[in-house]
């Protein structure tokens, strides 16, 4: 079954969409975190960040950074956070990759994106080197 932003890159629902190339569309989020809170997606329904082919990778970073500034400037932000929920276990709820651009203001009172976890774990230099080793080998 099509993801909901299939529905909206194929028109069968409505969204408002603030930009559109070949292969990837901005729309604003439906239950927007901030005024300009806007949702950026690759137009072919891939569900995490690690699915996305190059080329279009590429393509979904040309067009947040083409839409950062300029949502950034519509809604007379001080700053943005932008952000993927990429797999449930992050609280990705639509299984089509998106990337948030949500405007922040001075004082708005939401959080910095280290927020996201209760605290952080305690680890050893031994750790620490083992995991860079880990992640060094596979990138
Ligand atoms: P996630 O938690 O998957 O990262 O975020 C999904 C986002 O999609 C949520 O912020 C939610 O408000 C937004 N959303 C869900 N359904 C629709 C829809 O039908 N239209 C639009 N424009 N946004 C949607």
Redesign the pocket.
Known sequence: MSS??TK?VEGE?P??VVYEDETTMA???????APG?T?VVPKAEYERLNDVPPDVAADLYATLHELVPAVEEAVDADATTVA??NGEAA????PHV?G?IVPRFEGDGGGPIHAIAPGSPDLSDDELDGIADEIESRA
């Open positions: 909901i932003f909206i629902i969204a408002r729309f604003l989020d439906a239950n927007p975190l809170h949702l993927f929920n609280g990705q709820e639509v998106h948030h």
